[in-house]
């Protein structure tokens, strides 16, 4: 039986979701500087790949072997997962809140789990569809959607929050078939270099590097490459690489949560019941989840099916 898929690989899933719920801390200087969502966007991928590739290069550069018909899926990740992911997600956030904006990029659990039953035939239980369920509710009352309900949301931001949910999930989908033979750090490394190639190509980017004058864009953009995203999907990635798709992205719906406090104690946010409720509901899924991974190793274990 694996013993890394115990408490240690849930706390690296989670611990991920933490490093991206602060992002919003990172991204409302350069907002300020008058960069757009698609220039965060291009400043979050550069950046991170020149991190991870000096890391790479000083540390791990045997991991940075990889063969050519796997690039494909970093393209996908890198292209159609995290470049408009992030570009849908800073969309809502700059015309709305964060609090709607990581709402609708939370349908990404719901998306994950209908693909990963299609894609990597995962079961799809009982509890798991209960964790989700709860996972979702418990979302809603964080951010104020539940119970009282939010009008005037507009159409097209509604969809572009629902399409942040969708390529947040791909995501996992294109990391999936590649985590049993790369490091985490190789799978980031690889899925923001086509990122940020991408994002070269067409961003506005470097006609803007005029903006790099300022201090605070350069903190802000070290900290949200640095924390917001290396550590957070390193973190991410090495969870998903001993759990199914679907549990590990439930377990990432500990991001709101952290916005939601982030936004209390360092943006004079105040904290209301139903949110504490939604904190419960969505800590109880991911609980949910977890017990029902260890249960099922129990189960195996006494039915004598232990594999080695």
């Not at 750090?185 to 067409?202: A, H, V």
């Amino acid at each position: 039986m694996e013993k890394r898929s115990s408490l240690r690989v849930y706390i690296l899933t989670i611990a991920g979701a933490v490093c991206w719920g602060l992002i919003g801390l990172f991204i409302a200087p350069l907002y300020a500087h008058g960069f757009t969502a698609w220039d965060v966007v291009a400043i979050r991928g550069i950046f991170t790949f020149v991190i991870l590739i000096i890391i790479m290069a000083a540390f791990y550069r045997d991991q940075l072997r990889t063969r050519l018909k796997d690039h494909i899926f970093f393209a996908g990740a890198g292209i159609f997962s995290i470049a408009f992911f992030n570009f849908f997600y800073f969309e809502v956030f700059s015309q709305s809140s964060l609090s709607l904006a990581v709402t609708l990029l939370y349908t990404g659990p719901l998306f994950v789990t209908i693909l990963s039953r299609f894609f990597f035939k995962e079961p799809l239980t009982i509890r798991k569809g209960f964790a989700l369920a709860l996972a979702i509710t418990g979302c809603a009352f964080v951010v104020g959607i539940l119970p009282f309900g939010q009008e005037g949301i507009p159409m097209k931001t509604l969809l572009m929050g629902i399409l942040s949910g969708f390529c947040y999930a791909l995501f996992s989908i294109f990391s999936k078939p590649v985590t049993k033979r790369y490091s985490a750090l190789t799978i980031t490394t690889y899925t923001f270099l086509y990122t940020s190639i991408f994002m070269l190509l067409t961003s506005d980017i470097i006609r803007k590097t005029d903006q790099f004058k300022h201090v605070d864009v350069w903190m802000s953009a070290v900290l949200l490459a640095l924390v917001s995203t290396v550590a957070a999907f390193v973190l991410y990635t090495s969870g998903l690489k001993h759990l199914e798709a679907s549990k590990a992205s439930i377990l990432a719906t500990i991001e709101p949560i952290v916005a939601v406090l982030t936004g209390v104690f360092f943006l004079g946010e105040h904290l209301r019941g139903w949110q504490v409720l939604g904190i419960a509901l969505v800590l109880y899924s991911a609980i949910l989840v977890a017990s029902g991974r260890r249960k099922a190793q129990h189960d195996i274990v006494r039915g004598g099916k232990k594999c080695i």
